[in-house]
């Protein structure tokens, strides 16, 4: 006999439902974090190009061509520290040739060649931008792949929830035959 006070109970239906959904949700989470944590892929020789001519023009370059032919290298670290892989190119400015030593996994450049038989050809400035520019050439592509992955764990996480509350509501309610009996 059950009293006004005993919870309904609900099938073994309804909890599986409800577990399936709590699954789901917590998944879509976890899909979503992984998609944000998750390194950038190293630099491929045209990933190189790509960013040697976007952090030139960010110098405020807007002549000039990176040569096709991008070399792979390795940057030698100072202090004993670890050599790493670097992909070089070659961009005529000018008319004279300006290298770039770009990190493939750190999408920065680790070294500028850029003297001619005058000195320096870049300013401080653009000598500046160059050192500071670290924006890996498929980041937007990937940004936008973690903001539909994001939307869709979002979706699913809603989804699941708002089931979970209509099977628990419902398996309560008194036309289910969940009322209390005297």
């Known amino acids: 006999m059950t009293t006004e006070a005993d919870p309904p109970r609900r099938s073994a239906g309804s909890w599986l439902v409800v577990a399936l959904c709590a699954l789901a949700a917590s998944a879509a989470v976890a899909v979503a974090v992984l998609a944000w944590v998750q390194p950038l892929p190293e630099l491929t020789a045209e990933d190189a190009r790509q960013f040697t001519a976007d952090a030139l023009e960010a110098a405020g370059f807007t002549e000039g061509s990176v040569r096709p032919d991008v070399r792979a290298g390795v940057y030698p670290e100072t202090e004993g520290d670890s050599d790493f892989d670097v992909w070089i190119t070659i961009t005529d400015l000018e008319g ?44 937007d592509d990937r940004r936008r792949r973690n903001w539909i992955v994001t939307a869709a764990a979002a979706l699913t996480v809603i989804l699941a929830v708002g089931l979970i509350v209509l099977i628990l509501r419902r398996s309560s309610s008194p036309s289910d035959g969940g009322e209390a009996r005297e």
């Open 96 to 139: 004279q040739p300006v290298e770039l030593w770009i990190d493939r996994e750190g999408s920065q450049a680790v070294q500028i060649n850029d003297n001619t038989e005058d000195g320096p050809l870049l300013t401080e400035e653009q000598f500046r931008i160059l050192d500071a520019y670290d924006t890996h050439p498929r980041a």
